[in-house]
């Protein structure tokens, strides 16, 4: 071989040498993988192409550069360490954000480091290479806060796969359920199902989970300890590529305490606490429901109203916790009477309402009315002792007996009104009679608004005998209504009406003055001990907080001794207890104003109540005296009052003596005194004082 085989191996050589530069050159140009050699001080030597676009720059842009010009110094450490140490490659991740770049956000590089040495075992060059992994990281970073979420969150999440089997719960599901991992992974949620929705439920979920994959409700589920829990529930679907499901993902949150809120908002709406029965409010729109579809199917109602007599007095006496128990006693006999299919409701205090459907024939309506009676009539047991009470009973029908709802039920409660007038312990259907009743009372009503002011109203006098001496030494005062229409109007004809009205506190007063001026007369004729009794309604006591001041002011301003009024009072006024009552009743007393129980017989007669409230008269009511000659139990009764009273310091009044046998048994039974026709009817002042001057002379 001579130098020309020499020089042809130098021209291989170089060729190859050649061929091998182009071939790195051409790998490094077109490496997809980012790749720089920079000298040992940083000095970019070469970047690829791939780089330079990575960076979004032009490779001309890097010539002259240093790498941290560009690129964050915290990464220097990382270099200084490899050109310290010469490890053979170090990679690490780093995140950059370009300053001229800005809209790129930060971007993240997976950076391999390799070291390359000189003959010498000098740092000839760093080389390394880039990879940018910005969309692996975002992609990572939402995968972890994904799983941050899942396990962190506070609703409670369910995957199942598509044998709709669980694959996974996070720990909100477990807090919800009961149910841990172990406990639920590979069944079937079924194990939840609370049984309180129908399996047509069920149906509709799978069919909108079908059909958009999707399904969004409520529903109520048992936990794993048995509690009922209601959830909002959205069932999402997860699909592979090729568009079938892989997963379904549940999303439940508890509305159970919500779900409680409004059930008790809506019983409390809807029932009575007490009862348990529909209150008020549902009775009336359940009836609007049922007239509704009753006028549709050309049907007919019966309402019944059932009103429970003398329930106050229960309340007054045992209190109202006895009330209570007697209440829902009541409740329960009315339930049991009508069975569980007709609506039963508590309408209010005593009060129920109760609905039959259906076209009923009168007869059975009226044995229905007569067993509800008779059930509620029962002795009800209140622990301290027995109560009774009765009921009346309203009855009307839809449509006949009422179109609209508010005419049904302003006509049963007519008929009701009419059956507690009739005498209570009985029920009344509705009767236009009854309409016309009540448009009367009404329209007497709106008279009485005028009688005051017209001068309307007078005051008779009744003249309440001594029996020993036969003198008139008291009056009862009496009042009368002269109706420009319908004449002269007795008071048992109109005080329900005022008292109904309220009219009754003026009208009171009004009376009290008339009697006070009437005594003031008397006094001026030197009949000094002469003393008139006034009737005092109940709601007077209740209603009027200035009574017993007027009545003090009034005999004050007349310069009348207290004793000159009686007032007249019922029992029914003693048995309540409230301090309205009481109060008023004391001060007066206390005062020294004189008070007489009227109509005694006739109530409770209840012998604890005369002491306690100093009660000075006792009045045998009219229905005693009545049969006095021909009823020795009556006359019994007569002396039995008599003795005890006056053993207890009263004196006595019969009323309503008419005979002469009347008053001769009276006087013969030490009775104290007697009024009645015998001796006069009421009669209007002038003539009263006729009658006063008369008696005067006589003595
Ligand atoms: P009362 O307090 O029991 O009054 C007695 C009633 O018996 C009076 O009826 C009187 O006329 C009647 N009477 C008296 N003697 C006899 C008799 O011998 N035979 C018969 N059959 N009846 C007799 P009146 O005046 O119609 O009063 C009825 C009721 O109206 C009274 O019953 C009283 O409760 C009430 N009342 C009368 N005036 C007033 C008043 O100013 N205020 C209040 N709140 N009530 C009054
Ligand atoms: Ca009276
Ligand atoms: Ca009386």
Redesign the pocket.
Known sequence: MDGTDGRDDIVVAEAEVAGQLRLAETFFNHSVSCLVILDPDYNFVRVNAAYARACHRTVDEFAGKNHFELFPSDTKLIFDDVLRTRKPFVTFTRSFEFADQPERGITYWDWTLVPVLGAAGEIEYLVFSLVEVTERKRAEEALRIAALVYQHSSEAMMVTNVGNDVIAINPAFTKLTGYNPADIIGKNPQVLKSGKQAPEFYEEMWQSLNETGHWHGELWDVSKNGDAIAFRLTINSVYDEGGAVVQRVAQFSDVTEQKLADKLIWEQANIDMLTRLPNRHMFLNRLQEKMDAATRGGDMLVLLLVDLDQFKEINDAWGHSKGDILLVEAARRISACVGPAVTVARLGGDEFGVLLCGTQKTATVDQLAGELIAALVAPYDLGVAQGFVSASIGIAQFPAEGKTREELLSHVDQAMNAAKAGGRNRYRHFTSSLQAAVQSRLSMTNDLRLALVGNQFDV?Y?PIITLASGRIDKA????RWRHPTRGLV???EF?ALAEASGL?LE??QW?FRQAAEQVARQHTLERNSFQIS????PMQFRNDARLTDAWLSTLADLNLPMQSIVI?ITEGLLLDLSPEVTDKLLAFCNAGAQVAL??FGTGYSSLAYLKKFDIDYIKID?AFVYQLETDPNDRALCEAIIVMAHKLGLKVIA????TAAQRDFLKSANCDFA????YS??VAAPQFELLLREDHARS
Do not use: C, K, T, W
Not at 476 to 479: D, K, S, T, V
Not at 655 to 658: A, D, Q, R
Not at 675 to 678: C, W
């Open positions: 008779y009744q009862e005062a009496l009042i007795g008071p048992d005080i009754i009208i009171g009376v006034v009737n005092v309604s007249e009227d109509d009219r009323e309503g003596v008419e009024q009645g026709y015998l009817r009421p």
